[in-house]
């Protein structure tokens, strides 16, 4: 499926965003894409190893240019990495899409960041990083959200019937 997303997912690490796109996809009849994925395929390398070998700044440059090829080129489900809307050229070219923030708060991410390995930005103290980068990144979710949706005490199909249900009420 080719075109803009249907619906582009953001918000901090552990929210969800996978899973719940994968549902909506799956509800949608559409496709599902992670840029997090896509940097990962084009690296053959894990986001952890990107990080560790490479360092932050090739990573958030290769998420940049992948954000931008998926919002070019995937007509269904979007999922962006946590710190996507970090680069002010992502957030402007979110501006013509329906952006869906999902949100959870501190006590939510406690018991879903974990030991943070897979997330390069968590890997020590996992809710005291998390909680700093909400803190930085707050303001910018909500800069390209269009909905937004709690996901705190859902499931992921609550979640995904939330997020059908704030989309009705946005225009395409």
Not at 25 to 46: K, N
Request: hydrophobic share 45%; charged share 25%.
């Amino acid at each position: 499926m080719t075109g803009p997303p249907l619906v582009v997912l953001v918000g901090p690490a552990g929210v969800g965003k996978s899973t719940v796109g994968r549902l909506l996809a799956e509800r949608l009849g559409a496709g599902y894409r992670d840029t997090d994925d896509d940097v990962a395929a084009g690296r053959g390398r894990s986001i952890p190893e990107i990080f560790a070998e490479e360092g932050e700044a090739v990573f958030r440059d290769l998420e940049r240019r992948a954000v931008r090829r998926a919002l070019a080129g995937h007509g269904g489900v979007l999922a962006l990495g946590g710190g996507a809307v970090v680069d002010a050229g992502t957030r402007a070219l979110l501006a013509a899409h329906r952006v869906v923030y999902l949100t959870m708060g501190a006590g939510e991410a406690a018991g879903r960041v974990g030991g943070g390995a897979a997330r390069p930005l968590l890997a020590a103290d996992p809710l005291r990083r998390w909680s700093e980068l909400m803190e930085a990144r707050r303001d910018l979710y909500e800069e390209v959200a269009t909905a937004v949706v709690p996901t705190d005490g859902r499931s992921p199909g609550e979640v995904a019937a939330a997020v059908l249900g704030a989309l009705a009420r946005v225009a395409p």
